[in-house]
């Protein structure tokens, strides 16, 4: 039987790519385009709106139509708009979208505790296959290896550093945590007289440039050599087919929260 899916933010960009690719996926049913009210595109068949062919489901502001899962890509506010309809409805949800504040997360966390959420600031199989590998890395090289990660995305990106190049910070300050829970200082970005660079420091520096869709690096350099991770995302439909992935999965599981992680490796202990 299909999962069913609503999309949340229908008419954004990942949102038209997420009903695109879902019409072409067997193992989908798209039930559901939302938007928030007052959006212009209100009433406009999704399947158009994506270039797909009429679908016969109109983008509103809400549905009664009975889903397993919502995808959410909006913005913060609208996380928490959709995330009170997926507690109301008993639904999985998973969030895409990043920028949210501390209190936002906690939010989240708490609700997760009542019904099943998936969230991950980066959908792509390869970038979270980059994040353990930056996690081992971290954990492998010792302090003496400098760390700098760099990510660059479109002008329109209203959130820095991005949520997946705080992962990364993340993945390696967790290879990097001392026994008594120290980790590594982190600066953003550098100016002026800053000093000698400080020992086990992570520098993060972001880029908004053009229509780029993502590229993220992380470098461990030391005297004599350097190691650099990278990904390049050539489309957004790498975002889109983990996202899709990651409903297939969710949907139906006890209540939690849950990462892509949890998708890609539960089943490949010590991987």
């Given at each position: ?176 945590t001392n026994a008594d829970g120290g980790g590594p200082s982190v600066v953003y970005g550098r100016h002026g007289e800053t ?62 929260l849950y990462s892509m992680r949890d998708v890609l490796f539960s089943n490949q202990p010590g991987v």
């Amino acid at each position: 039987m299909a999962v069913r899916i609503a999309v949340a933010g229908a008419a954004g960009r990942m949102g038209q790519r997420i009903t695109a690719l879902a019409c072409e996926d067997s193992e989908l049913e798209l039930v559901a385009a939302l938007e928030q009210a007052q959006t212009q595109t209100l009433g406009v068949d999704a399947g158009e709106l994506a270039g797909v062919g009429s679908l016969s489901i109109p983008v509103a502001d809400k549905t009664d139509a009975t889903f397993d899962a919502l995808i959410d890509f909006t913005l913060p506010d609208g996380t928490m708009h959709w995330l009170e309809v997926c507690q109301t409805r008993n639904c999985a949800m998973v969030i895409g979208t990043t920028g949210h504040s501390p209190e936002q997360t906690e939010r989240i966390r708490q609700s997760s505790g009542s019904i099943p959420i998936l969230m991950a600031p980066n959908m792509s199989v390869g970038v979270n296959v980059m994040l353990r590998v930056a996690e081992m890395l971290g954990r492998l090289l010792d302090p003496s290896y400098d760390v700098e990660i760099v990510e660059a995305h479109h002008r329109f990106k209203v959130d820095a550093p991005s949520g997946t190049a705080l992962a990364l910070r993340d993945a390696v300050a967790e290879g990097r945590t001392n026994a008594d829970g120290g980790g590594p200082s982190v600066v953003y970005g550098r100016h002026g007289e800053t000093g000698a660079r400080p020992l086990g420091e992570i520098g993060m520096h972001s880029m908004r440039i053009g229509d780029t869709v993502g590229e993220h690096t992380v470098s461990f350099g030391t005297l004599g050599e350097t190691v650099t991770l990278g990904h390049v995302a050539h489309s957004r439909d790498t975002f889109v087919l983990g996202a899709l992935r990651a409903a297939k999965w969710i949907a139906g599981r006890n209540a939690g929260l849950y990462s892509m992680r949890d998708v890609l490796f539960s089943n490949q202990p010590g991987v």
